[in-house]
């Protein structure tokens, strides 16, 4: 029997698709999990203390502690419309490497220690590399079996056997902030303006091994998605990281023949999704001539990232996903001034379609269990079409 875990006129899946369609559906679909739009094991806890909910399936955490499998029970308590499908762990080379000083080493070889709640990068292992250097180096290996093993049969239980809406998960942190982690990003910002030859192939041996990550995520989820998660994180609180020339030069390129994989690996028919942090309105022409249909994470107080001025400049091309206020109101107001924030930025986002609500960013450990319970509650309730 199919799970039909909402109340309305549609389907969870048809609602989802409607809404990346930029048609409006019976209300605004509700996310939880996406690449820049899940939660941390503390507030995760915290959630799942408030809710009552003990015991379940295990939970792993990416690098930087951010809930990789979220408890059905609390997507089911939150009204989360969509589940995601991602890779698992490597086996030729382990995903974690111990160093042997509190640090370890991911499967690209960047190394992280704990400093305070977080995991902060202490190790650019291509700081120093030169060109030869970047053939030798041990690549993540997109043709270890393990990385999909179950995942088609899962992705095939989840569509024939629910109504969710499915999205497939990002295969990395992105093309060019993983040439940044590798060479460390003083110094890959340096090497594309100084040393072109150098940040090219770096690029080129990034995206190659993206791409071959991709196309094995998409060869076991592929037909199932509606979505397909990308990421990279392009701009700062003020302005992008680089100029649109730049990104037009030596990234958009990469991010193209990304989204013109997944299109061909799902049979043009999932949608392609970047999470970009801060301000990259200058950039966004360039990013959606690369093929990106579903920008996350709408970051509100970064720099020409409103709702509205998003909404009226780039509605017709982009569908949005995200947009709270979790610099301010979600971690620091009241669950009164949460639910308000979260019917401002619907009433911003959601009118003809196009607007998928979730977290403007993982929903972090200083967010309050009742904040969390509100801006989802409000979500369902007000996000009801027509738009009040």
Same mark, same amino acid.
């Given at each position: ?20 369609? /930029? ?148 295969? @990395? ?81 990469? /991010? ?19 999470? @970009? ?35 009226? $400049? ?59 319970? $509100? ?12 738009? $009040?």
């Amino acid at each position: 029997m199919k799970a039909k875990a909402s109340v309305g006129s549609l389907s969870r899946r048809e609602r989802f698709i409607k809404t990346l369609n /930029h048609q409006e559906p019976d209300r605004v679909p509700i996310d939880l999990g996406s690449a820049g739009g899940g939660i941390t094991d503390v507030a995760y806890n915290g959630v799942r203390e408030y809710l009552g909910i003990k015991g379940g399936e295990g939970t792993t955490y990416t690098t930087t502690l951010v809930v990789s499998n979220i408890d059905e029970r609390v997507l089911q308590a939150l009204n989360v419309d969509i589940r995601h499908l991602g890779l698992r762990g490597p086996k030729r080379r382990p995903g974690r490497v111990e160093q042997g000083d509190g640090s370890w080493a991911d499967e690209w070889g960047i190394v992280y220690r704990k400093a305070g709640y977080y995991n902060q990068i202490v190790g650019n292992p291509l700081r120093n590399a030169t060109l030869a250097d970047l053939v030798r180096y041990p690549w993540p290996d997109a043709s270890d079996p393990a990385i999909v093993e179950g995942l088609a049969q899962q992705a095939r239980n989840l569509y024939e056997g629910t109504e969710f809406g499915l999205s497939a998960k990002s295969v @990395s942190g992105g093309i060019f902030q993983t040439c940044c982690r590798l060479r460390s990003m003083e110094q890959f910002l340096m090497d594309m303006l100084l040393d072109k030859p150098f940040a090219k192939e770096l690029l080129a041996r990034v995206e190659e091994t993206v791409l071959s990550l991709t196309d094995a995520l998409l060869s076991a989820v592929g037909p199932y998605v509606q979505m397909v998660e990308t990421q990279d994180d392009l701009g700062t609180q003020r302005a992008p990281l680089i100029s649109p020339a730049l990104y037009q030069e030596l990234i958009q390129p990469c /991010h193209a023949r990304l989204s013109a994989l997944i299109k061909k690996k799902t049979g043009g028919k999932a949608k392609v999704f970047l999470h @970009s942090d801060g301000s990259i309105f200058d950039l966004l022409p360039q990013v959606i001539q690369a093929g990106i249909e579903v920008l996350n994470p709408l970051q509100p107080h970064a720099a020409k990232m409103e709702a509205e001025r998003l909404k009226t $400049a780039f509605g017709q091309k982009l569908v949005f996903h995200g947009g709270l206020d979790q610099q301010r109101t979600i971690p620091f107001g009241t669950a009164a001034e949460a639910e308000a924030n979260v019917r401002h930025v619907i009433r911003a986002l959601a009118p003809g379609g196009g607007y998928i609500f979730s977290p403007c960013h993982n929903l972090q450990p200083d967010v309050p269990p009742e904040n969390i319970i $509100a801006i989802y509650r409000t979500a369902a309730q007000f996000g009801v079409y027509p738009i $009040a």
